[in-house]
């Protein structure tokens, strides 16, 4: 509609169908996402530095926590270090010092993953457009990796997701490794006798 209107108004039809495309290719709307889309090596070693950060990141929560529930326990049960083994009355039928350790390794974990998660979110909200470029990356990866993954019902797929992939050589050789598979198993079938 917008094509026909300005070939209406303009003497020279070529030209002003020219400039359109060239607006509508420029437009956000349609515009190609591989140019603003971060190379794939800068993309992995960013995706395995943040991976890195976040895991730091999660040791002093870790600490924390087990601290925390470390000070719990001493004022649930205060009188513990003074009473002898015979006089000690179990907690959920352990031994408290049990319990507190048991507990300490829980809240432990869970703070380790909850200062990951914190990283992640503070991450996100500093660097928005490089997890706008992630994000992009990661489903443009995601969708090759599902194109070109041979999924058999009959046994375990190794690498069915792609995470031994690192580089763009890493990534054609797990290509080929997924076409011999579905050649061969082209071939599997093709040989089967049918009754």
Known sequence: MITRVFARCCTCQNQTRLVLLRTF??????????????????????????????????????????????????????????????????????????????????????????????????????????????QQRDEDFLRRIEKHRFASFGSFQDDYYGDSIQTLSDYRQWVRQQQKKKEAHKDFIAEKPTT
């Open 25 to 134: 290719a420029d437009s956000p709307d349609t515009g190609s996402s591989a140019e603003k889309m971060m190379p794939f090596e800068e993309y992995r070693k960013l995706k395995k530095s943040h991976k890195t950060k976040a895991r730091l990141w999660g040791i002093p929560f870790a600490f924390g926590g087990m601290t925390a529930s470390s000070i719990i326990n001493v004022m649930l049960t205060p009188n513990m270090f003074e009473m002898t083994p015979e006089e000690i009355q179990p907690i959920l039928g352990m031994d408290p010092l049990m319990l507190a350790a048991g507990t300490g390794a829980v809240a432990a974990g869970v703070c380790f993953v909850g200062g990951g998660a914190l990283y992640t979110e503070v991450w996100k909200l500093v660097n928005k457009k490089k997890h706008q470029q992630i």
